[in-house]
């Protein structure tokens, strides 16, 4: 299933389960956390939401192929405080790296383990 707001309903062609939830801040964050089981699987680039999911027991991949594991979400999360200290001091990073064929490589990689794992295979 994919979740997006209603304003972003437009831009999604994607094929699947599609739910739309209410265009304000968070809303799409709310959805997921409120629907997520233990050992559902989710895709996500946002570290405050993947922390959340993980302490709920899903898996939790970003869309470069990283698995988050509960041991490594402080950090995360520290770094994800630190940059945005850092942007409201007026500091501006470059943004994150280029989407590369390797990324996309390595998400499935480690999707493919996970459904695996998942299935007891």
């Known amino acids: 299933m994919y979740v997006a707001?209603?304003?972003?309903?437009?831009?999604?062609?994607?094929?699947?389960?599609?739910?739309?939830?209410?265009?304000?801040?968070?809303?799409?964050?709310?959805?997921i956390m409120n629907q997520a089981?233990?050992?559902?699987?989710?895709?996500?680039?946002?570290?405050?939401?993947?922390?959340?999911?993980?302490k709920q027991g899903v898996n939790v991949l970003s869309p470069r192929g990283r698995y988050f594991e509960e041991k490594d979400m402080s950090e995360a999360l520290f770094m994800r405080y630190v940059s945005a200290k850092?942007?409201?001091?007026?500091?501006y990073g470059k943004g994150p790296k280029r989407f590369t064929d390797?990324?996309?490589e390595r998400f499935k990689e480690t999707f493919q383990k996970l459904l695996?794992?998942?299935a007891g295979i």
Request: net charge negative; proline share 2%; aromatic share 8%.
């Open 37 to 54: 089981k233990p050992q559902d699987v989710a895709v996500t680039q946002d570290i405050g939401l993947a922390s959340i999911l993980v």
């Open 5 to 31: 707001s209603y304003n972003q309903a437009s831009a999604h062609n994607a094929e699947g389960e599609w739910k739309y939830v209410d265009a304000e801040k968070e809303a799409a964050d709310l959805y």
């Open 86 to 91: 850092e942007r409201r001091a007026g500091h």
């Open 102 to 104: 390797r990324d996309r």
């Open 116 to 118: 695996s794992k998942l």
